[in-house]
Structure formats: C-alpha cells, structure tokens
Antibody, heavy 123, light 112 residues
Framework: EVQLVESGGGLVKTGGSLRLSCAAS????????MSWVRQAPGMGLEWVGR??????????DYAAPVKGRFTISRDDSKNTLYLQLNSLKTEDTAVYYC??????????????WGQGTLVTVSS | DVVMTQTPFSLSVTPGQPASISCKSS???????????LYWYLQKPGQPPQPLIY???NRFSGVPDRFSGSGSGTDFTLKISRVEAEDVGIYYC?????????FGPGTKVDIK
C-alpha cells in the first residue's frame, strides 16, 4: 500500500522558517518525481514545486510565489521528501500536500496524495 | 503560465441525474508526444484531493465508470452520468503540460 505521510507543520511567525517532511512507502521512491501542492484555508489548490528523480537529474522547479524562499529536496536512502520554507509570509498559511504520479503499466497511471500538514504563519 | 478556468462555479444536482463541468486552458494541452495533459480531481470535505481522470479521458484505478472525461486542445469536460451522494465536493482540473502546474478554481458540487 502506498503511503505519503507529511509532518513538520505548525505555527511560525512571519519571516521564520520551517521544514516539512514527507515519508513515502509502498513504491520505489527513488524513481518517482515528487511534488508539493498547497491549499490556503477555504481556497483552491496551488502547485508549489517538484523535484525529479536523481536518474532524471534531480532538478527542481518552483511556483513564482515561493521561488527563492522554498527549497525542495529528497533523501532517497530514507524515502523522504522535504520542503524547506524560509522567509515565511502570512500568505504561505496553508495545508501542504506531498504528491506523486507515475506510470505503473503502459497506459496506466497512479496518483497519490498525503493527508497534508498545516502551516500557519502569523504576524 | 497556463491559466485554467472552470464553469460553473457551483452545481446542485438531484441524485441520479447527470452533471457536467467544463474546463478551459489558455494554451493547448496537446504535447508533441501526442498526449494531452489534462487531469481531474475531486476533493471531498476535509480530505486531500483524489484523482479521477488523467490525460483527458482515462479513469484512475477504482474510479467508478459514471465519471468520464472528454475534450481536446483547450476545451475539456468532466461528466458524471448519474450523480450519487458520495460525489459531493469540489472538482478541479489541472494541466501538467508545463511547469508550473496550474489548477482550475474548482467547481463545487452538492446534492439537491
């Protein structure tokens, strides 16, 4: 069974930092491209960024609102994805989801989401 | 960035009746590899999004066949042939042809 379990959320003041983790199991983590998506209270879904597998270069891409402040990394030896949040703003308050999607068979995809972790930034 | 729009904003449906949601993208989602990178998700209250449809019309494993997707280029539709009580929630379309991935604003579906 595939599981994505986020942790590390909490209350932080503006300008502060936080590191989120996503523990993955049930699939070959090292081969997966991983993403973070967030959802502000009562709002829609917003893609935060992604990291490719090391085999595909391990590069990262970010949404404009977080570029330069957030950093996505991975530790394939621990099957864990990270999101380092720096210089936090009140508008970063959201539930942060870890997610991945990949092909399991020709023409068959899977798409998994964690339960999310809440980050609250107060001024 | 690719801008995704959805209509209607909300939908109230009688159980057993059909429902349809439209999604439009500001650019074609047809990739040079021949695939069209349009996804649909349902977010039930208090839950993370659950995937419904990938590449316009392919249901993820376990998704009931009352859900179907269609469209091409920039215009897409999600149809529910007979709405059930468990289908309530917010439906999002998402493009993955380029980064940043972008989602539509969502369509809230509830039961009359």
């Amino acid at each position: 069974e595939v599981q994505l379990v986020e942790s590390g959320g909490g209350l932080v003041k503006t300008g502060g930092s936080l590191r989120l983790s996503c523990a993955a199991s049930g699939f070959t983590f090292s081969k997966a491209w991983m993403s973070w998506v967030r959802q502000a209270p009562g709002m829609g879904l917003e893609w935060v960024g992604r990291i490719k597998s090391q085999t595909d270069g391990g590069t990262t891409d970010y949404a404009a609102p977080v570029k330069g402040r957030f950093t996505i990394s991975r530790d394939d030896s621990k099957n864990t994805l990270y999101l380092q949040l720096n210089s936090l703003k009140t508008e970063d308050t959201a539930v942060y989801y870890c997610t991945t999607a990949f092909v399991v068979l020709p023409g068959a995809m899977v798409d998994y989401w964690g339960q999310g972790t809440l980050v609250t930034v107060s001024s | 960035d690719v801008v995704m729009t959805q209509t209607p904003f909300s939908l109230s449906v009688t159980p057993g009746q059909p429902a349809s949601i439209s999604c439009k993208s500001s650019q074609s989602l047809l990739h040079s590899d021949g695939r069209t990178y349009l996804y649909w998700y349902l977010q039930k209250p208090g839950q993370p999004p659950q995937p419904l449809i990938y590449e316009v019309s392919n249901r993820f494993s376990g998704v009931p066949d009352r859900f179907s997707g269609s469209g091409s280029g920039t215009d897409f539709t999600l149809k529910i042939s007979r709405v059930e009580a468990e289908d309530v929630g917010i439906y999002y379309c998402m493009q993955s042809i380029q980064v940043p991935r972008t989602f539509g604003p969502g369509t809230k579906v509830d039961i009359k």
